[in-house]
C-alpha cells in the first residue's frame, strides 16, 4: 500500500507588514481583503494542527497544490519554505504553484528561487510539468500561476504544457497517474476564478487517461469525474488547510489516498480527515472508494 496526502490552499499567516511600495497596484486589493476577512479564516494555528494530524498518519509522500502565500509580497516566501521542510524533505514533498503564489509578476522568480526543490522533475528539470516517479506513483505537477489583472484568479496552463503533460501520461502508463494542478479542471466556476484552458486540459486527460487528478483553489471538497480513455478520472479537491471555518468557510482538511495493487488492477481509497462542523478535534470525516 502507499499513502499520498494531499493538501491546498494553506494561505500561510501571518501576513508580513507590507512595504508601502508593495501595496501598488493589485496588492493593495489583496491585502484590504486579507486584513476584512482573510486573517480571520486562515490561521497558523489550523494549518498546525492539520499538518501535526496528517504527519500522524505517517504518508509515504504529500502533495501541496497550491496558493502558499497571499499577496505575494517578498517576506512571504522565506517562511513558506520554513513550512515546507516542517512538511517534509523535497524528496516527500511536492508542489505546484498556485495564483496567489504569482500575485504580481515581480513575484514569479521568487516562488522558483525559495521553492524549487519541491517543484523539480526526477531529472532536475524546473520546468512545468514535471515528472516524479515514488513506489507505484507517477506524480505530475503542473503550473497554472499566472499574474492576473485585479479581482481576476484566473488560471492558464498553455496549449505547450498541456502537450508534454499529454506526452508524459502516455510515457507513464501503466502507473498510478496523479496529475496535481492548482486550478479545478472541472465544475462550476465563475468567470473570475476559472482555468481558461480548462476545456483542452480535459481533453488530454482523455486522451492519455490518467488514475487521479488533485487541485485546490475553490477551498471546498469536491469531487468531479472527467471522461477518460477506458474509465472515468477522479478529481478532488480540498478546503483550505489554513481554514478556521470563520463566515461559512469550510474548514480545514486534507485528503489520504491510499493505493493498492498493480498496473491493470489498482485500487484507491480516499480517506479526508480534518475539523468537523463543531469541535476542534482533527478526525476522519469520510471514507470512499475511488474506482479506477
Ligand atoms: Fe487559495
Known sequence: ????????????????????????????????????????????????????????????????TGDLVNVALAAEFAPARTWLDRLGSPHHVTLVPGNHDAYVRAALPWAAAHWGDFMRGDDGGAAFPFLRRRGPLALIGLSTAVPTAPFMATGRLGAGQI????????????????????????????????????ADLRAALEASDAELVIHGHDHVHALEW??????????????????????????????????????????????????????????EIRRQKLTT
Open 163 to 198: 502537450a508534454r503533460l499529454q506526452q508524459l501520461l502516455a510515457d507513464t502508463a501503466g502507473l498510478f497517474r496523479v496529475v496535481l494542478i492548482h486550478h479545478p479542471p472541472a465544475g462550476r466556476r465563475g468567470r473570475i476564478k476559472r482555468l481558461v484552458d480548462a
Open 226 to 283: 472527467l471522461a477518460g480513455r477506458r474509465r472515468p478520472i477522479p478529481a478532488l479537491g480540498v478546503p483550505s488547510a489554513s481554514s478556521s471555518g470563520h463566515g461559512g468557510a469550510e474548514r480545514a482538511a486534507y485528503n489520504l489516498y491510499r493505493i493498492e495493487g498493480a498496473s491493470g488492477t489498482f485500487s484507491c481509497e480516499v480517506v479526508t480527515r480534518g475539523f468537523r462542523d463543531r469541535g476542534d478535534e482533527i478526525a
Open 1 to 64: 500500500m502507499f499513502t499520498l496526502a494531499h493538501l491546498s490552499d494553506p494561505h500561510l499567516a501571518p501576513l508580513p507588514r507590507p512595504r508601502l511600495v508593495e501595496l501598488a497596484g493589485k496588492r493593495v486589493l489583496g491585502w484590504l481583503n486579507w486584513r476584512r476577512t482573510r486573517a480571520a479564516i486562515h490561521r497558523a494555528e489550523v494549518a498546525d494542527a492539520l499538518v501535526r494530524d496528517l504527519k500522524s498518519q505517517a504518508p509515504d509522500h504529500v502533495a501541496v
